[in-house]
């Protein structure tokens, strides 16, 4: 990456609550007993801090797609260690990662926007990724199931072994406080 264009894009850090995002969106919850996004999200860190003279891109989604892709592999290979070699194939991880960054990006998705609507676009994609990662756990996880995975109440009361009214109130709850958090 050229001098130039690295004043156009963010700095890494501030991709860590997206990235984790991403990676609790792809990991099966039972799962992040044995695998922590967030240390896999480290390691995506390590691995693009040294890479960074590859970087080819000059605007914060030419990194943040660059930065899902080593994610990917990055959760690939944790996952490939933790199951020995009986995982899901990588390109199958890739694609699950970029529909959740599709759907995410969705919730705040802009007809056309000019550049001045993209940055502001970006902005709130980053403050939605940490708003979503101050909340309760369970609240986090029901909102991510719904509004991300795109799962019926149902499904979530099955997966988290919660009542259908258990779900309702927590999604209700976690949807309230992603709002003031969100300043909406």
Known sequence: ???G?????????????YLRLLARLQLDPR??????????VQETLLKAHGAMGQFRGKT??????????ILANTLADALRKLHRGNGR???SLENALEESSARIEALLAAHEPSPSQQA?????????????????EDQRLAVEM???RGLSVAQIAEQMAKTRP????LLFRGLKRLRELMGE
Do not use: F
């Open 1 to 3: 990456m050229t001098e």
């Open 5 to 17: 264009s690295a004043a156009r894009v963010r700095p890494l850090a501030q991709y860590r609550e």
């Open 31 to 40: 799962l992040q007993t044995q695998l922590d996004p967030s240390d896999v």
């Open 60 to 69: 914060d989604n030419e990194l943040a797609a660059w930065l899902r892709k």
């Open 89 to 91: 194939p990588d390109h």
């Open 120 to 136: 502001i676009h970006n902005e709130q994609l980053h403050r939605l990724a940490k708003a979503l990662g101050e909340l309760p």
């Open 146 to 148: 719904k509004h991300l």
């Open 166 to 169: 258990a779900i309702i109130g």
